[in-house]
C-alpha cells in the first residue's frame, strides 16, 4: 500500500465527523412551542435539548400576541448548540390581519377584502426587518406584498370608507357561507353516488 493511501486511513480515523445539517425551517405560533410532535421530533433529530428550545422561543415571543404563526431558522452548532432566529409574521397571515378576513378568496375573481396603501406600507415596514428582505427597498417590498395581496383576493385601495367596507364584509359573509354549503351538498351528493 503507498503512503499516501495509510495516511488518508490515519486521517479518517483521527477527525470527528463533521455534518452540517440544513437549517430547519419551522413555523411555530408564539408562546406556544411544546415538545410535541411534529417540533419535538425535528428538534430531536437535530439533537437539540426541546425543552430547553421551547423554553428559549417562549420567552423571545413573550410580548407577542399568542398564537401569531412565526417562521424561525434554526442552524445546530457542532456543539449541540443552536442559533435560533424568529422572523416576522408571514405576508398572507397580515395581510388578511388588515383586512379583516380568516380567509383568502374561495373563488377565481372574487374580492375576499379590502386594505389601504397606509396598510400596505406599514406591512412593508414590518416585513423589511425579516434578514431575507434585508437588500430589498420598500417600494420593492410594496410591490411584493400587492402580488400577495392579488393573490389572496385582497384589493389595495386609496382609502375606505367605513360603513361601505362593514356593508361589503358582510355581504362577503353571506357569499362564503352559501359557498361552503354548495361545496357541503355536492360533497354529500357525491358520497351518495359513490355507496
Same mark, same amino acid.
Given at each position: 500500500?503507498?503512503?499516501?493511501? @495509510?495516511?488518508?486511513?490515519?486521517?479518517?480515523?483521527?477527525?470527528?465527523?463533521?455534518?452540517?445539517?440544513?437549517?430547519?425551517? @419551522?413555523?411555530?405560533?408564539?408562546?406556544?412551542?411544546?415538545?410535541?410532535?411534529?417540533?419535538?421530533? %425535528? #428538534?430531536? /433529530? =437535530?439533537?437539540?435539548?426541546?425543552?430547553?428550545? $421551547?423554553?428559549?422561543?417562549? +420567552?423571545? +415571543?413573550?410580548?407577542?400576541?399568542?398564537? @401569531?404563526?412565526l417562521p424561525c431558522r434554526?442552524?445546530?452548532?457542532?456543539?449541540? !448548540?443552536?442559533?435560533?432566529?424568529?422572523?416576522?409574521?408571514?405576508?398572507t397571515f397580515l395581510l388578511? /390581519?388588515?383586512?379583516?378576513?380568516?380567509?383568502?378568496?374561495? $373563488?377565481?375573481?372574487?374580492?375576499?377584502?379590502?386594505? +389601504?396603501?397606509?396598510?400596505l406600507y406599514e406591512i412593508?415596514?414590518?416585513?423589511? %426587518?425579516?434578514?431575507?428582505?434585508? #437588500?430589498? !427597498?420598500?417600494? /420593492?417590498?410594496?410591490?411584493?406584498?400587492?402580488? @400577495?395581496?392579488? !393573490? $389572496?383576493?385582497?384589493?389595495?385601495? =386609496?382609502?375606505?370608507?367605513?360603513?361601505?367596507?362593514?356593508?361589503?364584509?358582510?355581504? =362577503?359573509?353571506?357569499?362564503?357561507?352559501?359557498?361552503?354549503?354548495?361545496? /357541503?351538498?355536492?360533497?354529500?351528493?357525491? #358520497?351518495? =353516488? +359513490?355507496?
Amino acid at each position: 500500500m503507498s503512503k499516501v493511501g @495509510v495516511k488518508g486511513k490515519l486521517m479518517k480515523k483521527v477527525l470527528p465527523k463533521v455534518s452540517h445539517p440544513k437549517k430547519l425551517q @419551522v413555523t411555530i405560533p408564539a408562546g406556544l412551542a411544546n415538545a410535541k410532535p411534529p417540533l419535538g421530533s %425535528q #428538534l430531536g /433529530q =437535530r439533537n437539540i435539548n426541546v425543552a430547553n428550545f $421551547c423554553k428559549d422561543f417562549n +420567552t423571545r +415571543t413573550a410580548d407577542i400576541k399568542e398564537g @401569531v404563526p412565526l417562521p424561525c431558522r434554526v442552524k445546530v452548532k457542532a456543539d449541540g !448548540t443552536y442559533d435560533l432566529v424568529i422572523h416576522s409574521p408571514p405576508a398572507t397571515f397580515l395581510l388578511k /390581519q388588515a383586512a379583516g378576513i380568516v380567509k383568502g378568496k374561495m $373563488c377565481k375573481g372574487e374580492v375576499a377584502g379590502k386594505i +389601504t396603501f397606509k396598510h400596505l406600507y406599514e406591512i412593508a415596514c414590518i416585513k423589511a %426587518q425579516d434578514p431575507p428582505l434585508a #437588500l430589498l !427597498t420598500l417600494e /420593492q417590498i410594496c410591490k411584493m406584498l400587492i402580488g @400577495v395581496a392579488r !393573490t $389572496c383576493g385582497i384589493k389595495v385601495e =386609496r382609502t375606505l370608507d367605513p360603513e361601505e367596507y362593514a356593508a361589503f364584509m358582510k355581504q =362577503r359573509e353571506e357569499n362564503v357561507q352559501k359557498l361552503l354549503e354548495e361545496m /357541503q351538498a355536492s360533497k354529500e351528493a357525491k #358520497l351518495l =353516488r +359513490t355507496a
